[in-house]
């Protein structure tokens, strides 16, 4: 059965910077994409970024344009983890965060990254990202 627990959330002030992490089990974690997601009260869930989610090679990030060069994803295969690595939050980073993992081989069937939530199977419980002004 996979599982996928995610943690490092927490309030932080405007400016500030988080990591998360995501802990996967019951799965071989390096043939599996990662994906980061949020969800803000009111509005749909969105993808952040993904790791190995990409053309099916393993290793390569994919960033929500919106995102790029202030969010880092990144991965620990030994440790079955995965990483977001959050700087320069605003109030609008505000958010419930998941991360979902998919086979890495999925990823080679489409045109373009797995940052669509409906493309993944199975997801962690999330955790809170609160950044105050």
């Known amino acids: 059965e996979v599982q996928l627990v995610e943690s490092g959330g927490g309030l932080v002030q405007a400016g500030g910077s988080l990591t998360l992490s995501c802990v996967g089990s019951?799965?071989?974690?390096?043939?599996?994409?990662i994906g980061w997601f949020r969800q803000a009260p009111g509005k749909e869930r969105e993808g952040v970024s993904c790791?190995?989610?990409?053309?099916?090679?393993?290793?390569?990030?994919y960033y929500a344009d919106s995102l790029k060069g202030r969010f880092t994803v990144s991965s620990d295969n030994a440790k079955n983890t995965a990483f977001l690595q959050m700087n320069s939050l605003t109030p609008e980073d505000t958010a419930v965060y998941y991360c979902?993992?998919?086979?890495?081989?999925?990823?080679?069937?489409?045109?373009?990254?797995?940052?669509?939530?409906?493309?993944?199977?199975?997801w962690g419980q999330g955790t809170q990202v609160t950044v105050s002004s």
């Open positions: 979902a993992a998919v086979l890495t081989s999925r990823s080679a069937l489409y045109g373009g990254p797995l940052l669509n939530p409906i493309e993944y199977d199975d």
């Open positions: 019951g799965f071989t974690f390096d043939d599996y994409a």
């Open positions: 790791i190995s989610c990409f053309d099916g090679i393993k290793g390569r990030t």
